[in-house]
């Protein structure tokens, strides 16, 4: 839903998604927003790493883990490799985050590249 103000009375209303004048690669791009918006908003641990069901949640999982353990993600593609095959069992995943090359920071003990 977008909130889309009523300018008469000032109030802001929910408004389907698929209504907003918009391209479908738009609305994509809105959903993948409120996807990591949600997952952001939610708790990092086990219980919710145990919940997630899709590769795209995983992804979007591992980047808030990975910022919220003050860490950096320097490829993508390491990133959307090791969603593939990140373990279930969410203290091996934390372990194994220390050691993955396409991370810097955090406890990984290589430091990220100064922008």
Not at 103 to 112: K, N, V
Request: aromatic fraction near 8%; include cysteine; charge should be positive.
């Amino acid at each position: 839903y977008h909130l889309k103000k009523i300018t008469t009375r000032h109030q802001f209303v929910p408004l389907p998604v698929r209504m907003l004048p918009i391209s479908a690669f738009q609305r994509r791009c809105f959903f993948a927003l409120c996807l990591v918006s949600c997952v952001v908003d939610a708790n990092l641990d086990a219980k919710a790493w145990a919940n997630i069901t899709s590769l795209s949640e995983k992804e979007v999982f591992l980047q808030a883990l990975v910022k919220e353990l003050h860490g950096s993600v320097v490829s993508d593609a390491g990133l959307k490799s090791y969603a593939l095959v990140a373990p279930s069992e969410y203290n091996l995943l934390l372990s194994q985050l220390k050691t993955q090359l396409w991370l810097c920071g955090g406890d990984t003990g290589r430091p990220c590249d100064a922008p």
